[in-house]
């Protein structure tokens, strides 16, 4: 009771704020409250990201593809970033790759990714008006935006960005002395994280809160779409685990700037020992993968989320063992803190540790292949409708599933000595994190840009789209796992010095090529979205004849969402092509006694305990 | 509610606190989280050895009582808005923010005792940096503590805490416990390993 006295508490103040709202330009585009709006200006934010971490790599995959090439037309860009030779500077193309690390995990993959979707969907998909405080959720966007433009300025300053990699090691990132992109460019990475931190932190809280607190009437965990589950779980974690890492910058930042020696010890520079002694670089190993490893899957969860549903509405069929991917995702959720150490085989740790952590990392190959069969299976004998976020679901299943693959290997402490940071490293995420999280983002935007912007993507440019991408990075990927078993190191600036690898010219040239051509096709993308935003076609209330609540919206929902009373939930969300029914899908706000066609015997039933309380 | 059973099947109202309650606990989740991930870096960085074990200040056993003492007050405090007692919530409340800034003060004059003997933060024995971190982080989350109470305290002169609006000092007094709670596992924590 108490609670239906919060939500009408609720609704009566958004009803009051109905009445006396006059948005203007910055209330309503820039200082919103309003969570769609705050979801699409992290859309916009992501993106933007995206084509700087994506140019990035494009650089210094035109120096390992082709390292003779003269790169003196890229001098208006980078300018002194290019030698007098013509060629890249090492120590750019170390703040290139670190730089293109952080760009994709954090602020493409973790706040273009869960920011966007995490506060579009989940008041309209658990029917809230809003998220429980606008307040906080804009606050969440607005320190994501000034870590954003601190990390941007990061990379024109004259010492270069952050280049130690984008785990930030020490001693290389604690040291200004042993690169120049130690200095000031780790200060600001910093910096820039430490504000990220509490961008999520206040997001993640948002989150939780409403997914517990305003769900609408009839709407309980066993009726929640898998978007919500998945993106309640991604908060879940990143609120465990980003304090974690705060905790670890913290004394990073202690040791860089106040000469604590919590990370250095015996540390020799140009013949002169440091004063420091007595620190433990793995210490901030652990601390950093008790982040980075939950981190993974913080990217990962909400694309398959997204990617449970899009499956399901557009196999028509209901997704098969719903309850088995709840009960997975909570097995990732948990194993995905006890397996940090995967990470660090190689460090000096004690072997026995390692075989334990491999034990707990190979675990999780059970519930993510749950959750691939359980894709598969709902695939299977379904009426498939191949919209572009179709494509792009199933496209995320088969990188899952190869990426996935490499995983049992690199997982296995003892091949991971020879795998280590080797090319087939880099192969295995991109796959199984980077690309599958990517193209769960890219589903989302095709499948919930008529709810977005009220119009239509073109989707035969989304087809072209995706061939392009879906074929490109495989060919991107693929190869990298045979450079990668030869044993080549990642993050070297050049092959050419080693002769054991002068046979990979060709490979590697193969797949500069192809990294050109996949992010060429983004190109197609970023049209197709704007395009659409100004001109699409119309959307129609529910395009893809979907069951979950955010359809029954009107087409350009405003502030509040529903205009009238809030839909309650009768039923969970995948009745698709049931037995009987009239259409092939029956909304989650349609009562039981309006179907009695095609409903199941224990349903029946309800119906008749409905009835007999609505008489008394 | 008489209008819910104009629908024929009502579903059931979804199970819910009150959001801005929840948001506190999970904000108090995320400070364990950090103080958790510092007390563990502790332990794995004592295993190391090139540790320097040291006297506890006398301080902090002082201060524990303090901070003790003060979470009595916000709670007398809180029994105070129950009953509707108006005059004794405002007392309480400054009494309870008097204590913080005593309890403030005091690892203030920890940090001078550990000085005294030779416990610096920049040195090369992490166990007496770690010190400085946790007081200095515990007394940085007390300070927001001490502005939360304040702006409780605002509320109070306005009238705007009674026993049909407690929701402000509940808040106020679950963190402020919290706030307590962290100091009591921060100092047995350094009795048991330093």
Redesign the interface.
Known sequence: MA??A??EQLDDHIEDHAHEHHDNFITKYIFSTDHKTIAKQYLITGIFWAIIGGGMSLVFRLQLGFPEAQLEWLRPFLGKWITTSGKLDPEFYLALVTMHGTIMVFFVLTAGLSGTFSNYLIPLQIGARDM??GF?NMLSYWFFFVSSVVMFISLFIETGPASGGWVIYPPLSALPQAMSGSGLGMTLWLVSMALFIVST?LG???Y???I?????????FAKLPLTIWAFFLTAVIG??????L???A??LI?DRS?????YL?DIYIAGEAL??????PI?FQ??FW?LGHPEVYIVLLPALGITSEIIATNSRKPIFGYKAMIISMLGITVLSFVVWAHHMFVSGMNPFLGSIFMLLTLIIAVPSAVKVFNYLTTLWKGNIVFTPAMLFSIGLVSFFISGGLTGLFVGNSAIDIQLHDTYFIVAHFHLVMGSAAFFGMLAGIYHWFPKMFGRMMDSKLGYIHFWISFVGIYMVFFPMHYIGIAGFPRRYYSFTNFDAFSTFVDLNSFVSVAAILTFGAQFIFLFNFFYSIFRGKKAPANPWRSNTLEWTTPRNPGHGNWPGEIP???RWPYDYSKPGAKEDYIPQHI???ETPESNLQHETR??KE??V??KT | MVHQ?I??????????????K??LW??I???V??F???TS?YI??QS?G?WLSFELPGVFAVNTVIIALSSLTMHVAYLAAKKDNLERIKWMLVVTVILGLTFLAGQYISWSELVRNNVY??????SG?FIY?FTG?HGLHLVSGIIFLLITFASSVKMRIHSKNLVQIEMCMTYWHFLGGLWLYLYLFLLFYL
């Open positions: 609670s239906t919060v939500n429980a405080s906080m932190l993640g809280i948002n939780i809160t409403t517990i607190n305003l769900r609408t009437k009839g709407m309980s609120l465990l685990s980003f304090p974690v705060l905790g670890a913290l004394l202690f106040f000469g604590t020696s919590f010890s004063p420091n002694m007595g620190g433990s210490l652990h601390l008790f309650s939930v009768h009562p039981l006694s309800f119906v409905e009835k309380s609505a | 059973n629908h024929i099947d009502e579903p059931k109202p979804t199970l819910s606190m009150h959001p801005k929840f948001a999970l904000f989740v995320s400070i989280m950090l958790a991930a510092l870096a794995v960085k190391d090139n933060f920049v040195s090369n024995y992490a940096s971190v982080l």
